[in-house]
């Protein structure tokens, strides 16, 4: 009976340690979203025809973009979708230009795209999950629970475009995307999962343009992407309380371009594109690109990217603080334990003294 009672104990004792991993020490990184997560896949699937130069080596920017300044920081060195190879160990990169929260891909639908179609997120996402491994035909596949699993997309569900896509007027059908991403993801076995809201899109270089046109589409961008953020936050929260388990890391972009914009964090040119100056494209020492806060109308240059991939760190480093400690805990649990066996042994105690009277 002891051992049994020992045993017992042990094993809840194991079971109330908490788990605990580091920014450091994620196995891989997972990609999903649009251009500001796309190093190349866009490029790789359009033979090199989209983005051309003066974007950098494939990238809507002018140099790495903030996923790699993330990968960069843990150590980890994953690769594209569309040149799978050894480092697709540490992580893919599913992203694509022009892709929205759904199927649709606003580069694909310009007319006359003459290229094979490019996935929304949601395409991205199944994608993912058939590469699983999968050694139960009756269960689903099993993605690795240590690594990471970013989501940043909504910003071409609202935008104007070119293409056949009719952009939506509220945020509904978008966050309800992005809710199935993170459902789908957790259900083959994601835990770590970092969603990044939007900037607002009224204040980016080409909605500014079009607002001269259409007086009001900077307000209204504005206020749709206010209502996406707070939509997107109130769904976290409520996905992190019915998916027990997930460890959901929000990023807060659309602050960092508040102070971008305001002029704190040293961008002199915060809504004007580099494109649109000839010296900048030209700079070759790179100090005047550095004074950009967008490379094109839409997306921002790479020191840009660098301040997100910096926020992206930090945040995940907070992230990790606010889990207990092992250590930290393992204490107060230990002192549990102690009391508990304390107990195990009085209790242990009495039942011999009362055998021993029942023996006289």
């Not at 790789?44 to 903030?66: D, K, L, Q, V």
């Not at 343009?209 to 209204?220: E, I, K, R, V, W």
């Not at 929000?250 to 100056?277: H, I, Q, R, Y």
Request: glycine letters at 8%; one cysteine or more.
């Amino acid at each position: 009976m002891r051992k049994q009672i020992l045993a017992t104990g042990f094993v809840v004792f194991s079971f109330m340690l908490p788990l605990k991993a580091t920014a450091a020490s994620f196995t891989g990184i997972y990609t999903f979203g649009d251009s500001l997560s796309d190093p190349g896949n866009v490029f790789n699937t359009t033979s090199g025809n989209i983005p051309t130069a003066p974007y950098s080596e494939g990238r809507f920017s002018n140099g790495p973009i903030w996923v790699e300044e993330l990968a960069d920081s843990l150590g980890l060195n994953p690769t594209l979708v569309t040149t799978p190879g050894t480092n697709s160990q540490e992580g893919i990169n599913f992203a694509y230009g022009g892709a929205t929260t759904g199927q649709d891909n606003t580069i694909s639908q310009i007319p006359g795209f003459p290229f094979p179609p490019l996935p929304g997120l949601e395409q991205q996402i199944q994608t993912f999950i058939q590469t699983l491994p999968k050694e139960d035909p009756n269960t689903l596949p099993q993605a690795d629970a240590k690594a990471l699993y970013i989501l940043w997309a909504g910003a071409n569900d609202y935008l104007p475009t070119q293409s056949t896509f009719t952009p939506f007027q509220t945020p509904t059908k978008p966050i309800q995307n992005i809710s199935t991403a993170v459902t789908s993801l957790f259900d083959v076995g994601a835990r770590n999962i970092m969603v990044l809201n939007l900037p607002d899109l009224g204040n980016n270089p080409l909605v500014l343009g079009l607002n001269q046109q259409f007086p009001g589409l900077s307000f209204q961008l504005n206020a749709l992407t206010e209502a996406h953020n707070t939509q997107l936050a109130q769904t976290l929260d409520v996905l992190s309380e019915s998916l027990t388990g997930i460890n959901l890391i929000s990023v807060d972009v659309n602050s960092l371009f508040d102070e971008a914009l305001a002029g704190k964090l040293g961008f002199t040119k915060p809504s004007t594109p580099c494109l649109a100056d000839p010296e900048c494209v030209i700079d070759q020492t790179g100090n005047l690109q550095k004074q950009f806060l967008f490379w094109d109308r839409i997306h921002p240059t790479t020191t840009a990217h660098k301040l997100i991939g910096e926020l992206a760190f930090k945040t995940l480093e907070d992230n990790q603080k606010s889990i207990p400690e092992p250590d930290a805990e393992f204490g107060l649990l230990a002192l549990a334990a102690l009391g508990t066996g304390s107990l195990l042994k009085r209790q242990l105690a009495k039942a011999s003294t009362v055998r021993g009277m029942r023996d006289e």
